[in-house]
């Protein structure tokens, strides 16, 4: 196996080498984070481009490569400064004087959303040409690009007639079921001829890709369902460049570029296929990613024989194809796994209950009969019981047995509802806490003796729909030409800032009587107000006037393009008002929430990174007057994709860091809670609260009545073509089930607590003391 010479110099920080071909079918290479690897990716990418200045490459749009942009660039800009005796060029084994040409390349676009503008803001075409051929110089002469908004088709007369895709779909749904189909009328007929017209531009795509010898250099992503480019799951590995439609993961993920699922689910795609990748033998296919969202389906591709369930397992024929992944990314690949633990100088408990659990889980054995009897066959037990044994120099019945107790001894815990305490509840975004602990906060808000703070770190303002805003101004509109702006409160009242608890009591009562109209006009004052203090006035016409103007603005807006900063003000605003609503249902003050919106979030392709003074002195300022006793926060310290959850994360780091220099009279515990997005092993945690029926009925009920910006789901989750309340349920009955198949039903039904006995649902938390903390995210950068 051919290393190239970024490749060893990674390596030498690397936790394993390249494993044997027996274990990883194609060769993984692994780094601490998710910065690292795009400096690997963009250094590789510059060492290939130095050997073969003429070759054909094929590289990412959206969001995926990102950081392999921003380093790439960053390289090219500082090229003498990374040359230098202490720089990375020279140590990863670049000693070019001058950065390298690109105008010699090749250039194949991977995918395309069908139809779609190449001028369109959010297309790939568009993604392209602005930060590859624009922004490092390729030749567009020699790109080889994808435009699905028009097609040239000869009339039957023989006269050539340049159409719009759009024209000819006017609803905006693909259907390429017509291919088969006998076309019902004129219109039909035509959109048939337009699909296999786009059939033939597919065909010629991939023999101009084949004319040039086949892709040189691929760079890839992989989605929820194993897809690189838009090869999803059940693509053939002898598929070639096409028209196809996306499955529902592939459109979860394209929903933020598009402005909301529902504008994806009109859309086809056109992309090259598995052998248009793996046409060239030579291909360095590189495929790139962080976190461990997808970790399982990366081993799949990465150990297994190639199958059509894994569209990233069809590189294994490639000899120079690669695995480029942080920790996390790698963390379910077997031999790997064991190999770290066999070479670790310490192993922790945490570690030896995660192998006992996984292979109770593969050889379907309880605990509880495992620790009774040791029940175990050496020659077909998971060989995660043998290295078990191993590292923990116990034999299997006492080790699982000694797993068995941590496990009770975390539900029991979770079962103690601490009091008196001061809660500081963070989260990223506004419904972050909600879909990760919301049925604790009803155990914890019911004793007067606790104090519960909420505090948001974001706007959260990308998770609004434009259709929603749209919706809202609307409604607001006419409430205001109507009169019926101050029924129910008075000018002086609606125009002060302060009184806006009257609002929130208003919305409240009128979902008790199910009267969804007052529901909308306490939402119209809501947003009447926050314009009002934006505006600095209390004249209705004023408020009108800037309402009609907002709405002007989004009715002309192409969805998926860059809102107006007046737009993203209101998506704000709404979810503000959406978060005050949730914990108005327990009575709590509405002094008692606070919306921070640090000011590096963004949709921005490079997003602010943080600075002290914007992002971080906020939250320690906040801590000095609260002066919690538990910190709860989102634990995600490997970020990937939008890197929300890991900034806020790091911002609090730093803030707690700087709160406890100063104020180290009570230190406080900290929470670390997963949600949606990823989920805590059960050894991982060490805290686990048992959840009811009751509690599911009312996470839907707040979750449809205050949410209703998410209601519809328009950014979903890969993983549920549903709510998030829907997810979550899915998630705590899945984590409770894996708790009974590890200790049996009877542990719950049989206990005398109520909490056990009512449980069908169960919260993962990683209950830890600051300086547990700082260890745990001090590999963060």
Same mark, same amino acid.
């Given at each position: 196996?051919?290393?190239?010479? @970024?490749?060893?110099?990674?390596?030498?920080?690397?936790?394993?080498?390249?494993?044997?071909?027996?274990?990883?079918?194609?060769?993984?290479?692994? @780094?601490?984070?998710?910065?690292?690897?795009?400096?690997?990716?963009?250094? &590789?990418?510059?060492?290939?481009?130095?050997?073969?200045?003429? $070759?054909?490459?094929?590289?990412?749009?959206?969001?995926?490569? &990102?950081?392999?942009?921003?380093?790439?660039?960053?390289?090219?800009?500082?090229?003498?400064?990374?040359?230098?005796?202490?720089?990375?060029?020279?140590?990863?084994?670049?000693?070019?004087?001058?950065?390298?040409?690109?105008?010699?390349?090749?250039?194949?676009?991977?995918?395309?959303?069908?139809?779609?503008?190449?001028?369109?803001?959010?297309?790939?075409?568009?993604?392209?040409?602005?930060?590859?051929?624009?922004?490092?110089?390729?030749?567009?002469?020699?790109?080889?690009?994808?435009?699905?908004?028009?097609?040239?088709?000869?009339?039957?007369?023989?006269?050539?007639?340049?159409?719009?895709?759009?024209?000819?779909?006017?609803?905006?749904?693909?259907?390429?079921?017509?291919?088969?189909? !006998?076309?019902?009328?004129?219109?039909?007929?035509?959109? #048939?001829?337009?699909?296999?017209?786009?059939?033939?531009?597919?065909?010629?795509?991939?023999?101009?890709?084949?004319?040039?010898?086949?892709?040189?250099?691929?760079?890839?992503?992989?989605?929820?369902?194993?897809?690189?480019?838009?090869?999803?799951?059940?693509?053939?590995?002898?598929?070639?460049?096409?028209?196809?439609?996306?499955?529902?993961?592939?459109?979860? /993920?394209?929903?933020?570029?598009? $402005?909301?699922?529902?504008?994806?689910? #009109?859309?086809?795609?056109?992309?090259?296929?598995?052998?248009?990748?793996?046409?060239?033998?030579?291909?360095?296919?590189?495929?790139?990613?962080?976190?461990?969202?997808?970790?399982?389906?990366?081993?799949?591709?990465?150990?297994?024989?190639?199958?059509?369930?894994?569209?990233?397992?069809?590189?294994?024929?490639?000899?120079?194809?690669? =695995?480029?992944?942080?920790?996390?990314?790698?963390?379910?690949?077997?031999?790997?796994?064991? #190999?770290?633990?066999?070479?670790?100088?310490?192993?922790? $408990?945490?570690?030896?209950?995660?192998?006992?659990?996984?292979?109770?889980?593969?050889?379907?054995?309880?605990?509880?009969?495992?620790?009774?009897?040791?029940?175990?066959?050496? &020659?077909?037990?998971?060989?995660?019981?043998?290295?078990?044994?191993?590292?923990?120099?116990?034999?299997?019945?006492?080790?699982? %047995?000694?797993?068995? +107790?941590?496990?009770?001894?975390?539900?029991?815990?979770?079962?103690?509802?601490?009091?008196?305490?001061?809660? !500081?509840?963070?989260?990223?975004?506004?419904?972050?806490?909600?879909?990760?602990?919301?049925?604790?906060?009803?155990?914890?808000?019911?004793?007067?003796?606790?104090?519960?703070?909420?505090?948001?770190?974001?706007?959260?303002?990308?998770?609004?729909?434009?259709? =929603?805003?749209?919706?809202?101004?609307?409604?607001?509109?006419?409430?205001?030409?109507?009169?019926?702006?101050? +029924?129910?409160?008075?000018?002086?009242?609606?125009?002060?800032?302060?009184?806006?608890?009257?609002?929130?009591?208003?919305?409240? +009562?009128?979902?008790?009587?199910?009267?969804?109209?007052?529901?909308?006009?306490?939402?119209?004052?809501?947003?009447?107000?926050?314009?009002?203090?934006?505006?600095?006035?209390?004249?209705?016409?004023?408020?009108?006037?800037?309402?009609?103007?907002?709405?002007?603005? !989004?009715?002309?807006?192409?969805?998926?393009?860059?809102?107006?900063?007046?737009?993203?003000?209101?998506?704000?605003?709404?979810?503000?008002?959406?978060?005050?609503? /949730?914990?108005?249902?327990?009575?709590?003050?509405?002094?008692?929430?606070?919306?921070?919106?640090?000011?590096?979030?963004?949709?921005?392709?490079?997003?602010?990174?943080?600075?002290?003074?914007?992002? /971080?002195?906020?939250? /320690?300022?906040?801590?000095?007057?609260?002066?919690?006793?538990? @910190?709860?926060?989102?634990?995600?310290?490997?970020?990937?994709?939008?890197?929300?959850?890991?900034?806020?994360?790091?911002?609090?780091?730093?803030?707690?860091?700087?709160?406890?220099?100063?104020?180290?009279?009570?230190?406080? &515990?900290?929470?670390?809670?997963?949600?949606?997005?990823?989920?805590?092993?059960?050894?991982?945690?060490?805290?686990?609260?048992?959840?009811?029926?009751?509690?599911?009925? @009312?996470?839907?009920?707040? =979750?449809?009545?205050?949410?209703?910006?998410?209601?519809?789901?328009?950014?979903?989750?890969? #993983?549920?073509?549903?709510?998030?309340?829907?997810?979550?349920?899915?998630?705590?009955?899945?984590?409770?089930?894996?708790?009974?198949?590890?200790?049996?039903?009877?542990?719950?039904?049989?206990?005398?607590?109520?909490?056990?006995?009512?449980?069908?649902?169960?919260?993962?938390?990683?209950?830890?003391?600051?300086?547990?903390?700082?260890?745990?995210?001090? %590999?963060?950068?």
């Amino acid at each position: 196996m051919k290393q190239s010479s @970024v490749e060893k110099y990674f390596l030498k920080s690397a936790s394993l080498p390249f494993l044997d071909k027996q274990f990883e079918r194609i060769p993984v290479l692994t @780094v601490n984070n998710y910065i690292t690897l795009a400096q690997l990716t963009a250094l &590789r990418f510059i060492e290939w481009v130095y050997e073969n200045p003429e $070759g054909v490459v094929s590289l990412p749009a959206g969001n995926s490569p &990102r950081h392999f942009i921003k380093w790439l660039y960053y390289y090219l800009e500082n090229w003498d400064t990374e040359r230098k005796k202490n720089g990375i060029l020279p140590a990863a084994g670049i000693t070019a004087k001058q950065p390298p040409s690109f105008k010699g390349l090749h250039f194949v676009q991977m995918d395309e959303f069908f139809p779609i503008a190449p001028d369109h803001e959010r297309s790939f075409h568009n993604f392209v040409k602005k930060w590859y051929i624009e922004g490092l110089g390729f030749d567009i002469q020699k790109a080889i690009l994808f435009n699905t908004s028009t097609a040239t088709l000869f009339t039957d007369g023989g006269t050539r007639q340049s159409l719009r895709v759009d024209d000819i779909f006017p609803d905006g749904t693909i259907d390429l079921s017509l291919r088969k189909k !006998l076309p019902a009328d004129e219109r039909g007929r035509l959109q #048939k001829k337009i699909i296999r017209h786009f059939d033939q531009v597919c065909e010629d795509f991939e023999a101009s890709i084949r004319a040039l010898g086949g892709i040189g250099f691929f760079l890839s992503g992989i989605g929820p369902d194993g897809h690189i480019a838009h090869n999803t799951f059940g693509s053939s590995h002898h598929s070639s460049t096409r028209l196809t439609t996306m499955n529902y993961q592939t459109m979860a /993920v394209a929903a933020r570029d598009l $402005g909301g699922i529902e504008e994806v689910r #009109k859309k086809a795609v056109v992309t090259i296929g598995l052998e248009t990748i793996t046409f060239n033998p030579a291909c360095v296919a590189i495929i790139f990613a962080a976190g461990e969202e997808n970790a399982e389906i990366i081993a799949r591709a990465v150990e297994s024989t190639p199958e059509i369930t894994s569209p990233a397992s069809a590189l294994q024929k490639l000899k120079n194809s690669r =695995f480029y992944l942080t920790e996390g990314a790698a963390s379910k690949l077997t031999e790997r796994r064991f #190999k770290k633990l066999l070479n670790a100088k310490t192993v922790t $408990g945490t570690e030896i209950d995660r192998l006992i659990i996984d292979g109770a889980f593969i050889s379907e054995t309880k605990l509880t009969a495992l620790k009774r009897t040791g029940l175990s066959n050496e &020659r077909t037990e998971p060989r995660h019981w043998q290295i078990a044994r191993q590292l923990s120099k116990k034999s299997l019945q006492k080790a699982a %047995e000694s797993t068995y +107790n941590a496990i009770i001894e975390k539900i029991r815990r979770g079962l103690d509802i601490p009091k008196p305490q001061r809660f !500081l509840h963070t989260g990223p975004h506004h419904d972050d806490i909600e879909l990760a602990y919301f049925p604790l906060v009803h155990h914890l808000v019911r004793s007067p003796k606790n104090l519960n703070y909420f505090c948001y770190m974001t706007s959260g303002f990308t998770s609004v729909t434009n259709t =929603f805003v749209t919706e809202k101004l609307a409604t607001l509109i006419r409430v205001i030409k109507s009169g019926k702006l101050y +029924n129910a409160v008075s000018k002086n009242e609606l125009f002060t800032m302060e009184r806006r608890e009257i609002e929130i009591h208003g919305y409240l +009562n009128a979902i008790a009587q199910q009267n969804t109209y007052s529901a909308g006009l306490y939402t119209a004052m809501r947003l009447c107000r926050h314009c009002a203090e934006l505006l600095q006035t209390d004249s209705d016409y004023t408020i009108l006037a800037y309402a009609e103007e907002q709405l002007e603005l !989004l009715q002309r807006h192409t969805p998926g393009s860059t809102i107006p900063e007046t737009i993203t003000q209101i998506k704000s605003w709404i979810r503000q008002w959406e978060a005050e609503l /949730v914990w108005a249902h327990f009575g709590l003050d509405i002094r008692d929430i606070y919306h921070l919106q640090l000011k590096f979030y963004s949709d921005a392709m490079f997003p602010r990174e943080l600075h002290f003074e914007r992002d /971080v002195k906020p939250i /320690v300022d906040l801590l000095m007057k609260i002066k919690p006793t538990t @910190v709860t926060l989102a634990v995600d310290p490997e970020g990937s994709g939008p890197d929300t959850h890991y900034k806020t994360l790091l911002a609090l780091r730093k803030a707690l860091q700087s709160y406890i220099n100063e104020y180290d009279k009570e230190i406080p &515990r900290i929470w670390g809670y997963r949600n949606v997005w990823s989920s805590f092993h059960p050894a991982e945690a060490t805290m686990i609260v048992p959840v009811s029926l009751n509690s599911f009925a @009312v996470l839907h009920n707040m =979750f449809n009545t205050c949410f209703l910006s998410q209601k519809s789901a328009s950014f979903p989750s890969s #993983k549920l073509d549903g709510t998030f309340s829907e997810l979550a349920q899915k998630i705590w009955v899945q984590q409770f089930n894996d708790l009974t198949r590890l200790l049996g039903k009877s542990v719950f039904y049989n206990d005398d607590h109520p909490m056990m006995r009512r449980a069908y649902g169960a919260i993962y938390f990683k209950d830890m003391s600051y300086e547990e903390f700082m260890d745990e995210t001090r %590999e963060m950068k």
